[in-house]
């Protein structure tokens, strides 16, 4: 069988759970935490794992996988390079999206609004619980730029290591986090014959969240 046909013929039914208005919380926070620790029982790998979309300010879009490490009722924290093409794009387009995706559970939760940077105590705070390597990673890494080669980048990361050796690494000053500030969250349930559930939070003006469900 051809790869084109396997694809086309790949098909799971949804059977997991169900999603309704009286079995969800009327914050979509303490929805999102219920979620995420379900899904950290289940024994997913990397159940913080996220895809990030951001824009350029022209429109230009991009996603990638990034770690969620804190969340709260004022947001969703991450952390990265301020000078990667995604530290770029928000400073452009501070409008972005999160999406996590959750098999063994067969759910999605879709969160979108405004990024914000952390203070720089948070950063520094994160940034100095990684483990050592990581640390020197970030010091190492000109993230998102172009490389001559992989030799070159661990050469760098040899001369930060000796450089450092001994000594208290600081929080590189173009390294930090950045807080999904949320104005709209969809919880998303497989359902079968893809009827799926779809629960929406979205914020009115006046700051109350609004609940509501979408068309599979």
Same mark, same amino acid.
């Given at each position: ?48 794992? !996220? ?9 230009? !879009? ?47 939760? *879709? ?6 940077? !952390?203070?720089? *105590? ?75 559930? *779809? ?18």
């Amino acid at each position: 069988m051809s790869i084109k046909k396997a694809i086309k013929n790949l098909r799971y039914e949804f059977e997991a759970g169900v999603l309704t208005e009286d079995k969800v919380s009327s914050s979509p926070f303490k929805q999102f935490e219920k979620w995420m620790s379900e899904v950290i029982k289940s024994g997913n790998t990397e159940p913080n794992a !996220v895809t990030l979309a951001t824009a350029s300010k022209n429109g230009d !879009v991009d996603a990638r996988i990034v770690l969620l490490r804190d969340f709260d009722s004022k947001g969703f924290t991450f952390f990265t390079n301020y000078l990667s093409i995604k530290g770029r794009e928000i400073r452009q387009n501070k409008k972005i999206c999160m999406n996590f995706f959750w098999p063994e559970l067969q759910r999605q939760v *879709r969160i979108k609004g405004i990024a914000e940077k !952390v203070s720089d *105590r948070a950063s520094n705070a994160y940034f100095h619980s990684r483990p050592v390597d990581s640390r020197i990673g970030a010091w190492a890494s000109s993230q998102s730029e172009k490389l001559e080669s992989r030799k070159v980048l661990e050469e760098r990361f040899k001369k930060y290591e000796k450089e450092f050796d001994g000594k208290k690494i600081p929080r590189p000053p173009h390294w930090g986090g950045y807080c999904l500030k949320p104005s709209y969250f969809e919880f998303w349930q497989g359902r079968t014959n893809r009827l799926h559930d *779809r629960i929406v939070f979205e914020k009115t003006k006046n700051g109350k969240w609004v609940l509501s469900r979408l068309n599979p």
